[in-house]
């Protein structure tokens, strides 16, 4: 039991470290490619690499009217959510992304309150309150400008973490029933339902940059790794450990992401965005200290 918790922990902190870099591989591609365009290429990535996997091992087929469950959590999931986060980023930075999207487990235990019934404490309701107010740290509201693209890419990215933090607690429901490899593929099909129509729109509005080499290679990266592996692994923490407990390893993206950004992309960080993240740390220090 120990072993099957410490592997849980492992694939989250693996998944959350992974997609910290995500965030400084999409910002250099989105300057190529739009973002449904980009999420739809990432979803059948992830697929045809789940799906050589799926064939090599064969698990349990399941019933259609949950397949019908694990589609609609992959249109929230993968579809929305994902759509969120690369139109946030677009507009907003690599840093941003990474460390407003780290509320996301703040979110969650509101989630698995409401849906699974998980005890929160008077321990998580702080920690859940710091890591608020890191955020709109973070968002800086007192020198919002509705009009700029920073200001709406950060809103675009604290939708991300909200409808993320939705999926992952669906992800603790439906995975009881579901093996995690199949769960992953099928919610990546229910994540084109909405990639192919707006990237279809966005083939018809707008033009795609320069196509070359390193382009490619960050397509690969983010439809294979932080898809395909990454997605898998966060879908297997959330089958095994609570959903409060789970999503303490998302703690590992922004420190990734807010480190890349700064050293591979040139990006600065405020003062106040710096004061943000320190709260949303202390605050999930403070829940992840009560387990």
């Known amino acids: 039991m120990q072993a099957n918790r410490t592997w849980g922990i492992l694939a989250g902190l693996s998944a959350a470290a992974i997609w910290g870099g995500m965030y400084v591989v999409s910002k250099v591609v989105l300057d190529v490619i739009p973002p449904f365009i980009l999420l739809t290429l990432r979803l059948l990535f ?36 994902l759509g969120l986060q690369f139109a946030g980023t677009r507009l907003s930075t690599a840093a941003n992304g990474a460390v407003v999207t780290s509320a996301t487990p703040a979110f969650i235990f509101i989630f698995s309150v409401w849906l699974l019934r998980e005890r929160v404490s008077g321990r998580r309701l702080a920690a859940l309150l710091l890591a608020t107010v890191g955020v709109l740290a973070v968002i800086d509201l007192g020198n919002a400008d509705p009009s700029s693209d920073l200001f709406v890419g950060n809103l675009l990215l604290v939708g991300a973490a909200l409808t993320w933090a939705l999926y992952s607690v669906l992800v603790r429901l439906v995975t009881r029933q579901i093996p995690t490899l199949s769960f992953s593929i099928v919610a990546f099909i229910g994540g084109l339902f909405i990639a192919i129509p707006l990237g279809t729109w966005e083939w018809n509005t707008q033009s795609l940059g320069e196509l070359n080499l390193a382009i490619w290679l960050g397509v690969f990266y983010l439809g294979v790794v932080s898809t395909a592996l990454a997605a898998y692994l966060w879908n297997k923490a959330f089958e095994i450990l609570e959903a409060g407990v789970a999503s303490l390893t998302f703690f590992a993206q922004p420190v990734f992401g807010a480190a890349l950004g700064v050293a591979f992309l040139g990006e600065r960080l405020t003062p106040l965005f710096i004061f943000g993240g320190i709260l949303i740390i202390l605050g999930l220090w403070l829940a992840a200290s009560e387990t």
């Open 46 to 81: 992830g697929i045809i690499a789940l799906g050589l996997v799926y064939l090599w091992r064969r698990p349990a087929r399941t019933n259609r009217r949950l397949m019908l469950k694990v589609l609609g959590v992959g249109v929230l999931g993968y579809g929305i959510s």
